[in-house]
């Protein structure tokens, strides 16, 4: 059976203006993204002797050992990881990140002489974490990858059942872990700063300062729960009428979209509340 990622239009497939208009936007966002994480990367982390998590990272700390670039060891790292990704997810998925692999290490081998070098490695690990972080999240939000773990990461949750965040937390362990032990202690937690921050604003950048998550709450309290979410949280609700697999008893599903700011208001929902005295009606999760 054809994997979906091998399943690409064909050459008949009619293509729109607002359909080029956003490739080329997506192919900018790209180019501009690695670009920036190369900069990142050579001027500010490699430039100032600090290291990352990631297959970056493990580039970076070969490369203080052997001088070899940045680039060409990011690309040699790549290579087995592009093999397993076509064999496992598939031929669209492996040459979207090809794509973005050939960029980064084009730009890495292209801005490997730029140097930002900064006494305070404190600020230089912000500094690079966050201009990592803006080039690794427009790479995103254009719908690519920068290579490395992201194949092994998809792969592992496909295969495996890992989700893609405990597949970066594991790897990032070890490569943090490497950087303490081969460069000291204080590397591999300015390692850590960078790794965090750019991931931080990687997501910022991918998803936009106003994340909205979608809610699901079965409840036997249908009116009072869409009168909360219609009334106090102010948003709209859908009802659904669902049946309890195991009990088979029909209860009422409720789903809205909240924002992160009201995350915290979605605890009463799922709580008893009293009624209040004015005779508004009391939630029961």
Same mark, same amino acid.
């Given at each position: 059976?054809?994997?979906?990622?091998?399943?690409?239009?064909?050459?008949?497939?009619?293509?729109?203006?607002?359909?080029?208009?956003?490739?080329?936007?997506?192919?900018?966002?790209?180019?501009?993204?690695?670009?920036?994480?190369?900069?990142?990367?050579?001027?500010?982390?490699?430039?100032?002797?600090?290291?990352?998590?990631?297959?970056?990272?493990?580039?970076?700390?070969?490369?203080?050992?052997?001088?070899?670039?940045?680039?060409?060891?990011?690309?040699?790292?790549?290579?087995?990881?592009?093999?397993?990704?076509?064999?496992?997810?598939?031929?669209?998925?492996?040459?979207?990140?090809?794509?973005?692999? %050939?960029?980064?290490?084009?730009?890495?081998?292209?801005?490997?002489?730029?140097?930002?070098?900064?006494?305070?490695?404190?600020?230089?690990?912000?500094?690079?974490?966050?201009?990592?972080?803006?080039?690794?999240?427009?790479?995103?939000?254009?719908?690519?990858?920068?290579?490395?773990?992201?194949?092994?990461?998809?792969?592992?949750?496909?295969?495996?059942?890992?989700?893609?965040?405990?597949?970066?937390?594991?790897?990032?362990?070890?490569?943090?872990?490497?950087?303490?032990?081969?460069?000291?202690?204080?590397?591999?937690?300015?390692?850590?700063?960078?790794?965090?921050?750019?991931?931080?604003?990687?997501?910022?950048?991918?998803?936009?300062?106003?994340?909205?998550?979608?809610?699901?709450?079965?409840?036997?309290?249908?009116?009072?729960?869409?009168?909360?979410?219609?009334?106090?949280?102010?948003?709209?609700?859908?009802?659904?009428?669902?049946? %309890?697999?195991?009990?088979?008893?029909?209860?009422?599903?409720?789903?809205?979209?909240?924002?992160?700011?009201?995350?915290?208001?979605?605890?009463?929902?799922?709580?008893?509340?009293?009624?209040?005295?004015?005779?508004?009606?009391?939630?029961?999760?």
């Amino acid at each position: 059976m054809r994997s979906p990622d091998d399943i690409v239009p064909t050459p008949s497939t009619p293509r729109t203006p607002g359909r080029e208009g956003a490739d080329l936007r997506s192919g900018l966002m790209l180019v501009a993204g690695a670009a920036i994480f190369s900069l990142g990367l050579n001027g500010l982390v490699v430039a100032n002797g600090l290291a990352e998590g990631g297959l970056s990272g493990i580039s970076v700390i070969i490369h203080y050992f052997t001088g070899w670039p940045v680039g060409v060891l990011y690309l040699l790292l790549n290579v087995p990881l592009l093999v397993l990704g076509y064999v496992s997810l598939g031929g669209r998925f492996t040459l979207r990140t090809l794509v973005g692999a %050939g960029l980064v290490t084009g730009a890495l081998i292209l801005t490997r002489s730029v140097r930002f070098p900064m006494d305070d490695l404190l600020l230089a690990s912000l500094y690079g974490g966050v201009i990592n972080g803006t080039g690794l999240g427009l790479m995103f939000r254009a719908g690519g990858s920068s290579g490395g773990l992201d194949i092994l990461a998809q792969h592992l949750r496909h295969h495996r059942g890992l989700t893609v965040a405990e597949t970066y937390l594991v790897a990032d362990g070890i490569v943090l872990a490497a950087a303490g032990l081969l460069l000291g202690a204080d590397t591999a937690l300015y390692a850590l700063i960078v790794t965090f921050v750019g991931g931080r604003v990687a997501d910022l950048i991918q998803e936009g300062p106003n994340r909205a998550k979608a809610v699901l709450i079965i409840t036997d309290r249908v009116e009072s729960l869409t009168h909360y979410v219609t009334s106090v949280l102010e948003r709209g609700a859908t009802v659904f009428d669902v049946r %309890g697999a195991y009990t088979g008893r029909p209860r009422g599903l409720v789903m809205t979209v909240l924002s992160r700011d009201f995350d915290s208001f979605v605890a009463p929902c799922a709580r008893p509340v009293e009624p209040q005295r004015d005779g508004a009606p009391g939630l029961q999760g």
